[in-house]
T-cell receptor, first 115, second 117 residues
Framework: DTGVSQNPRHKITKRGQNVTFRCDPI?????LYWYRQTLGQGPEFLTY????????KSRLLSDRFSAERPKGSFSTLEIQRTEQGDSAMYLC?????????????FGEGSWLTVV | AQKVTQAQTEISVVEKEDVTLDCVYE???????LFWYKQPPSGELVFLIR??????QNEISGRYSWNFQKSTSSFNFTITASQVVDSAVYFC??????????????FGKGTHLIIQP
C-alpha cells in the first residue's frame, strides 16, 4: 500500500531560480491538493485538482506559482523566480470522492529553502 | 470563514501522564468535518481521526480518545498513558462537508507535544 509520494524531499535554491516539485497521489484517488506550511504554522491550502481539472486556487498562489496535473495522476508544482519568502514545506495530499465524504491523506512534504 | 484555534502552543508532560489537546473551531456551515493529524519530525501529516458534525459521540481508539461538543464548538483530543513516541505536533482541522473540496482543510496552528521519559 503506497501512500502519497513527494520529491524531492529537500531543495535548496538561489533566489530567482525556478523549482519544481512532483507529487504522486494514492493511486485510486481522484482529488489532489497542494498545501504550504511555514515554521510554527499549520498547513495552508494552495490549490486542488479533481482528476486533471484545477478547481480551486487560493489567493496565496501568486502568479509565480503554477500547478498541473496533466493526466489526472501525478502533479507538479512549479515556483518561478523564487523569493526568500517562498521558503517553506510544500505538502501534497490526495483523497477520493468515492463514498460519503473523503479523508485527505498527506505526503511527507518537500522542504524548500531559498538562499 | 472557517477558523480553528489551538490555544496550547506547547505542552510538556512526563511519560505515562494523560494529556488533553484543545481545539475550538468556527464555521457558518451546519454540516462539516473535523480532523486531527499528527506531524512527527519527519514532516508527514498522519491522519488520526475524522468526525462529521452529525455525530457527537465520543470516540476511543486505544490510548487515544476524542471529545466532540457541538455546543461549545470544541473537538478535544486526549492521550492516555502518554509515551515518548507520542511526541509530535498535533493539528486540528476543519473542512466543509465534501471533506475538503473547494477550500481544502482549515488547520489550527498546532500543539507541540513533548513527552519526557
Amino acid at each position: 500500500d503506497t501512500g502519497v509520494s513527494q520529491n524531492p524531499r529537500h531543495k535548496i535554491t538561489k533566489r530567482g531560480q525556478n523549482v519544481t516539485f512532483r507529487c504522486d497521489p494514492i493511486s485510486e484517488h481522484n482529488r489532489l491538493y497542494w498545501y504550504r506550511q511555514t515554521l510554527g504554522q499549520g498547513p495552508e491550502f494552495l490549490t486542488y485538482f479533481q482528476n486533471e481539472a484545477q478547481l480551486e486556487k487560493s489567493r496565496l498562489l501568486s502568479d509565480r506559482f503554477s500547478a498541473e496535473r496533466p493526466k489526472g495522476s501525478f502533479s507538479t508544482l512549479e515556483i518561478q523566480r523564487t523569493e526568500q519568502g517562498d521558503s517553506a514545506m510544500y505538502l501534497c495530499a490526495s483523497s477520493s470522492t468515492q463514498g460519503f465524504g473523503n479523508t485527505i491523506y498527506f505526503g511527507e512534504g518537500s522542504w524548500l529553502t531559498v538562499v | 470563514a472557517q477558523k480553528v484555534t489551538q490555544a496550547q502552543t506547547e505542552i510538556s508532560v512526563v511519560e505515562k501522564e494523560d494529556v488533553t489537546l484543545d481545539c475550538v473551531y468556527e464555521t457558518r456551515d451546519t454540516t462539516y468535518y473535523l480532523f486531527w493529524y499528527k506531524q512527527p519530525p519527519s514532516g508527514e501529516l498522519v491522519f488520526l481521526i475524522r468526525r462529521n458534525s452529525f455525530d457527537e459521540q465520543n470516540e476511543i481508539s486505544g490510548r487515544y480518545s476524542w471529545n466532540f461538543q457541538k455546543s461549545t464548538s470544541s473537538f478535544n483530543f486526549t492521550i492516555t498513558a502518554s509515551q515518548v513516541v507520542d511526541s509530535a505536533v498535533y493539528f486540528c482541522a476543519l473542512s466543509d462537508y465534501s471533506g475538503g473540496g473547494a477550500d481544502g482543510l482549515t488547520f489550527g496552528k498546532g500543539t507541540h507535544l513533548i513527552i519526557q521519559p
